[in-house]
């Protein structure tokens, strides 16, 4: 008996959750979706192909969704999944082979993205590893957006790899950038950190530059030029976020 249990975070996500459980049933002894109120079928479809669903309100902080999920998971290893990703055969064979070895580690995992139709090769959606798979008493994540897990056991990766199906249109691109950008400039200022308006333009230039000649975005073609326009301004707009609290504050 396998003993993981694939966590998956949801807010309306019925064109996807069918496919992730399914795909998490391969390997896992139980799925766990973290839904954080869903208004379309996420919760139905996916008690209907067998996950359990537990249910927190969501307070822009993806840590403490993570995290929350820990409470309720009854195996010693835990596998964290996005709603838009697959593992391929190869990656549920290394999972499977890595928790019946039972050894205390970590594991990362490749994950490579398809956006607009597209895979990606360079630039923001380059191909990238992800610490995915834990024991589960050994994880805890930080961060309310990009979050990150804090784990000291030994880091090794897995063969095979995800497959993110990210970007299906760009009204999902701008609500995820508007999301985003805002979680981020709040936890910025509630941390402390300040930035001018010119700061913030020589972040975003740097970002572009970053994306498209650093990491060669441009080697994608057009989209990835746009991706990397893209990552222009979604860094300009978490600055000028920040830059907008920041005047607020000052006005108090």
């Known amino acids: 008996m396998s003993k993981v249990t694939v966590v998956v975070l949801t807010k309306n996500e019925e064109k996807n959750i069918v496919a992730v459980v399914q795909n998490a049933k391969k390997v896992a002894a139980e799925v766990l979706i973290v839904d954080s109120g869903s208004t379309d079928k996420t919760v139905q479809l ?11 309100a969501w307070d822009n902080d993806f840590a403490a969704q993570r995290n929350f999920a820990l409470q309720h998971v ?3 290893w835990v596998l964290y999944l996005d709603a838009d990703e697959r593992m391929t055969d190869d ?11 039972d050894k205390t580690c970590q594991y990362s995992i490749k994950r490579k993205s398809v956006a607009f139709g597209q895979e990606f090769n360079y630039g923001v959606l380059k191909p990238d590893f992800v610490p995915r798979l834990f024991k589960t008493k050994n994880v805890h994540w930080v961060n309310k957006v990009h979050e990150k897990p804090m784990c000291k056991d030994e880091l090794k990766v897995l063969g095979g790899y995800i497959e993110h199906y990210t970007y299906t249109g760009w009204q999902q691109w701008l609500n995820k950038f508007d999301q985003y950008t805002t979680i981020w400039a709040n936890d910025a200022y509630a941390k ?31 989209m990835g030029l746009v ?10 707009m978490k600055y000028l976020k920040l830059l907008e609290l920041q005047r607020k504050g000052d006005k108090k």
């Open 46 to 56: 996916a008690e209907e192909n067998g996950a359990k669903v537990v249910y927190r």
């Open 74 to 76: 009854k195996t010693e």
């Open 91 to 101: 990656l549920l064979a290394s999972v499977k082979n890595a928790v019946g070895h």
């Open 192 to 222: 402390g950190k300040r930035v001018s308006l010119g700061k913030a333009f020589g972040h975003a230039v740097f970002g572009f530059i970053q994306m498209a000649i650093l990491k060669k975005g441009v080697l994608d073609g057009g």
């Open 227 to 236: 991706m990397s326009c893209n990552h222009f301004f979604y860094t300009l």
